[in-house]
Each structure stands twice: as C-alpha cells, then as structure tokens.
C-alpha cells in the first residue's frame, strides 16, 4: 500500500500564481485533513474533510481551497500565493479518526 | 484559545534513561481522542500512541505509555529507556469530534549518550 501520496515534494511559486497540491490515499479512509507547518508553531489546520463532498475550514483557511471529489483526493489549491504561505505542508487521512497517517509532506516556497 | 499546550520547547535525557513530554489539553467535548506524533530531521511524521477519552486504561506501545490525567486533562508522553534514535520533535494532538487533528507546538527531544 501507498498511503498517503502528496506531490510535488518541493515547489518554488512567484507571489500571484497559483497551484494545487495534490493529496491521494488507497486506504479508503473517511477523513482527510491538509497542515501547514512554520518553525516554531507545530501542525495547524488548513481544512478538513470526512466524506466526499463535504469539506470544513480549519484555523488556518484563508487563500487556501479545497474540494473532495472522490473518496481518494483532497487536493489543495492556492489561489494567488504569497510569501506568508511558505510553508511545509502534510496532508493526512484517518479511518473514522482512530489513526491519522500523514503524507511525506511538501516544502512550498514563495517569492 | 490554545486546545494544546506543551510547556517544554526542548528537554534532555540521557541514553537509557525515561523521560517524561508534557502535554495538556482544553475541551468540553465528553468524547475525544489524544494522539502524540514524532517527527525526526528527516521531516515525516510518525504515529506513537492513541488514547480514548472512554479509555480506562492508560495507552502503551512498547516504551511509549501515555500518562492520562482526565481530571486534569493531561496526556503525558512516557519514553522509557531513551534511545540516540528518540532524538527528535513530539508533537501531543487531539481530535474533537469528526475530521482533524488540533496539534501543540511540539518538544524537542535530544538524547545524550
């Protein structure tokens, strides 16, 4: 098994563009859940989601989007970057939350 | 209004050793889940110990054993005979109701020989 897929791995973005980090599971698992991870302030919450179709903001939202099509994918889209969202990003799935298992994360950098 | 603190940003331990990682929490929620993560240099995070807040018994995983206070809403992390390979961030997270984990700051752990 695969687990958690997050690609690219590493990615530079100019301020303005746009991207879509992309997160895929073969777990089958429920939930799925996107982090962003700055020294010194651990894993906060971007957004979430437990089922197809159905998404929540976490703490951390703002200039993020995020839809669930399918139970695999939860990809994460970020509309204009900016150097505030550089970042290391993990996206998680769990099994009705009694596990959560995380992606190899990916390290964004804007300019 | 923080749900997880971690009072400890680093601790030493020597080899061998137990060392015990802080960890308290804020809810009001009855049914919740605890869950402390590890996250060496290399960046992956790894699952350590689970705990239920209907659980009686304290978790344990080998040298990880969770030390939960309910009444004083703590879950304190137990690393008994500290190895070089526990170097490393912990992370204490807790899951309220459905979809997503909300994570302390972390404590970094060095061991010593």
């Known amino acids: 098994n695969a687990g958690v897929t997050q690609t690219p791995k590493f990615q530079v973005l100019k301020t303005g563009q746009s991207m879509t980090l992309q997160c895929a599971q073969d777990?089958?698992?429920?939930?799925m859940s996107w982090y962003r991870q700055d020294p010194g302030m651990g894993l906060r919450l971007i957004h979430y989601?437990?089922?197809?179709?159905?998404?929540d903001q976490g703490e951390v939202p703002n200039g993020y989007n995020v839809s669930r099509s399918t139970t695999e994918d939860f990809p994460l889209r970020l509309l204009s970057a900016a150097p505030s969202q550089t970042s290391v990003y993990f996206c998680?799935?769990?099994?009705?939350?009694?596990?959560?298992?995380f992606g190899s994360g990916t390290r964004l950098t804007v300019v | 209004a923080q749900k997880i603190t971690q009072t400890q940003p680093g601790m030493f331990v020597q080899e061998k050793e137990a060392v015990t990682l802080d960890c308290t929490y804020d809810?009001?929620?009855?049914?919740?889940?605890l869950f402390w993560y590890k996250q060496p240099s290399s960046g992956e995070m790894i699952f350590l110990i689970y705990q239920g807040s209907y659980d009686e018994q304290n978790a344990t995983e080998g040298r990880y054993s969770l030390n939960f206070q309910k009444a004083r809403k703590s879950a304190n992390l137990v690393i008994s005979a500290s190895q070089l390979g526990d170097s490393a961030m912990y992370f204490c997270?807790?899951?309220?109701?459905?979809?997503?984990?909300?994570f302390g700051k972390g404590t970094s752990l060095l061991v010593t020989p």
């Open positions: 989601s437990v089922g197809a179709g159905i998404t």
């Open positions: 777990m089958n698992h429920e939930y």
């Open positions: 997270a807790m899951r309220e109701g459905p979809g997503a984990l909300n």
């Open positions: 809810t009001s929620d009855q049914s919740y889940g």
């Open positions: 998680a799935s769990s099994y009705k939350g009694f596990g959560y298992t």
